[in-house]
Structure formats: structure tokens, C-alpha cells
């Protein structure tokens, strides 16, 4: 039997997880003006590239903060994020094209 604590943390846990999830979702759907991949904007920001798009400008710069935490959390440098950058955006164009 539990109590009523555990039902506490198993509803924040949830809770944590569905809004990963819907964060997870909303990074990985392209821009709706420019239909590059949000993620993919944000690293750009993240190194210090200038968006065309300001749709896209936004959204890096309310993802930042997020970035600059999940990369310190990893110990991945700004060089090492570049690569990753470089993969992804080589991944996603060998799938789009
Ligand atoms: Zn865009």
C-alpha cells in the first residue's frame, strides 16, 4: 500500500516526464517560416550564429538556457556542440533531401 507521499512523487515524476516529453516534441518539429529543426536553431545560437529566421531567434533564445544546461550537465565544450550540430544537421538533410 502506498503512501501518500510515493503518490506525491509518482504525480510530479509523471508530471516531469509529460513535460520532457512535450519539450522533446516541440524541439524536434521544424519552423514553420524557415523548416529548419528548433534543436538544430538552438545549437546554431548557442555557438554564436545569427538566425534569418525571427521565429527561429525566439525560440533559441527561450531554449538557451536549457541548452547551455543539458551541455554543461554532458561536459560537451562549444567545439564538441559544433560536431554535434554538424551531424545532426548532415542527418536530418541525408533524410530530407
Ligand atoms: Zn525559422
Given at each position: 500500500m502506498k503512501s501518500t507521499k510515493l503518490y506525491e512523487r509518482d504525480f510530479k515524476n509523471s508530471f516531469k516526464k509529460k513535460i520532457v516529453k512535450k519539450f522533446a516534441q516541440f524541439l524536434s518539429k521544424p519552423c514553420?517560416?524557415?523548416?529548419?529543426e528548433r534543436l538544430l536553431s538552438a545549437i546554431d545560437y548557442y555557438l554564436g550564429k545569427k538566425h534569418k529566421c525571427l521565429q527561429c531567434q525566439i525560440t533559441s533564445n527561450m531554449i538557451l538556457p536549457v541548452i547551455i544546461l543539458i551541455f554543461h550537465r554532458l561536459s560537451i565544450s562549444p567545439a564538441t556542440a559544433g560536431k554535434i550540430g554538424d551531424v545532426l544537421s548532415g542527418i536530418n538533410c541525408s533524410s530530407a533531401c
Open positions: 514553420r517560416n524557415c523548416g529548419k
